[in-house]
């Protein structure tokens, strides 16, 4: 790889979205990784969903690659890779419509089903039918998962163990989206795959010391513990790389993804979701599932803007 060849790169950081401080935490990693070693890289921050706006800022840059490090609405369901796409400047990470799929979590479970994977039951309430008055509570068995359908991050998550609690959850999802899911909860391992260049990573066990991986479990130091690669049994690990790969697949994601997961207690493993643009910092989960195969921060950076230039049939190695 010629370092002088892969041109000006900017690195979309920030957004719209309630995930806009985990993004620019991403953002900053993978432009001072690409800076520290010389390359040609600008960091642009995504202030608002002004599509012109971005437009006119993204052109000002004069990238000739986009490294996008934005999570969840704008970033991750398709709306910038439009943009990108109309410009003409290859981007990092799924096109279009996968991205819509991966981060719209009942169209992506349609899909999950449609290719045969496991995955919790689950009722869908839109915001503008629903009453609680004929919500019936008789179909759901208790603790259950009330959760947005178009949220990252466990934004608007919640585990309710009884009817007292559930309408507040139901409240608390339908403010960060007009649609959400009531899902099974399914007591297990939680799990997490990294997909990089169409091929598995190691699998990656989730440990949080609270009751599940919410938004500060995420994000806090030292509220999860991470196994790397997890203590599984070699065939159950081949059977949850083998339903990420396939997830990662049925949406037709490209390049990269993360794929979470759970490990029922009869070993049966259950999709829940993929993040077409996972967090990357040097200490997320795909940098450290690429770690534990040999394959450094900057390493998975150029490996990234690579796959970019590959799904317009240019390597970087012949620009």
Do not use: W
């Amino acid at each position: 790889m010629v370092r002088r060849k892969i041109g000006r790169i900017g690195v979309l950081m920030g957004g719209p979205s309630e995930e806009r401080q985990i993004s620019l935490k991403s953002g900053k990693a993978v432009y001072e990784s690409l800076k520290n070693a010389n390359f040609d890289v600008v960091a642009i921050d995504i202030e608002s969903q002004d599509l012109e706006e971005n437009i006119r800022k993204i052109k000002s840059y004069n990238i000739e690659v986009a490294f996008i490090a934005l999570h969840g609405r704008f970033g991750e369901d398709g709306t910038i890779q439009k943009i990108l796409e109309d410009l003409g400047i290859p981007y990092t990470g799924s096109g279009v419509l996968a991205s819509k799929f991966a981060l719209d979590k009942v169209l992506s479970r349609q899909r999950f089903l449609s290719f045969g994977l496991n995955v919790p039951d689950y009722t869908v309430l839109e915001k503008k039918d629903f009453d609680k008055t004929y919500l019936s509570l008789s179909k759901f068995k208790f603790p259950l998962v009330v959760k947005p359908a178009c949220q990252g991050s466990s934004i608007g998550l919640s585990i309710v163990e009884d009817e007292d609690s559930l309408f507040k959850a139901i409240d608390l999802a339908f403010s960060f989206d007009e649609r959400i899911i009531i899902e099974e909860y399914i007591e297990g391992r939680e799990l997490t795959v990294g997909i990089l260049d169409e091929e598995a990573l190691p699998v990656i066990e989730i440990i949080p010391k609270k009751k599940f991986f919410d938004y500060e479990a995420k994000y806090t130091p030292g509220l999860t513990e991470y196994v790397v690669p997890a203590k599984l049994e070699e065939k159950i690990a081949s059977q949850a790389k083998s339903s990420a790969l396939l997830a990662h697949k049925s949406l037709d994601c490209f390049g990269f993804s993360r794929v979470d997961m759970i490990l029922n207690k009869e070993n049966k493993v259950f999709v829940l979701e993929v993040n077409t643009i996972p967090g990357l910092t040097e200490t997320s989960l795909l940098p450290k599932a690429a770690k534990a195969v040999g394959i450094s921060f900057l390493e998975l950076c150029l490996k990234l803007i690579d796959s970019a230039y590959r799904r317009n049939k240019v390597s970087v190695c012949d620009k």
